[in-house]
């Protein structure tokens, strides 16, 4: 990838489509782990990446809940879940069951 599209979320898709996106969250959580670190030589490292994605997660379902859309938020979400799911506990995440499902 492009330096302007990491840095900037500047791509070639349009912004509607772009706003739609798991990338745009990937590495909105890739870039806030950058400055706690500014000054070290010590780098961010993925687990920490991926936690920082799983509270923008959660976040996003709270607010999804807020206004009535998780259905359109599971499914942006659906491949992080299905990540997360198989590499944390390998079985669905709880909050993405559904009404009549029961976790393990």
Same mark, same amino acid.
């Given at each position: 990838?492009?330096?302007?599209?990491?840095?900037?979320?500047?791509?070639?898709?349009?912004?509607?489509?772009?706003?739609?996106?798991?990338?745009?969250?990937?590495?909105?959580?890739?870039?806030?782990?950058?400055?706690?670190?500014?000054?070290?030589?010590?780098?961010?490292?993925?687990?920490?990446?991926?936690?920082?994605?799983?509270?923008?997660?959660?976040?996003?379902? *709270?607010?999804?809940? *807020?206004?009535?859309?998780?259905?359109?938020?599971?499914?942006?979400?659906?491949?992080?879940?299905?990540?997360?799911?198989?590499?944390?506990?390998?079985?669905?995440?709880?909050?993405?069951?559904?009404?009549?499902?029961?976790?393990?």
């Amino acid at each position: 990838m492009e330096p302007l599209p990491m840095l900037l979320n500047h791509t070639q898709i349009p912004l509607g489509r772009y706003k739609k996106t798991l990338i745009r969250h990937f590495l909105n959580a890739a870039k806030s782990l950058i400055p706690a670190r500014w000054k070290s030589p010590v780098v961010p490292t993925i687990t920490q990446w991926i936690e920082k994605v799983d509270e923008i997660y959660n976040m996003e379902i *709270l607010t999804a809940e *807020l206004r009535g859309m998780q259905d359109r938020c599971t499914r942006l979400w659906t491949p992080w879940i299905t990540y997360s799911s198989d590499r944390r506990w390998g079985r669905p995440r709880a909050d993405c069951l559904g009404p009549d499902e029961e976790a393990e």
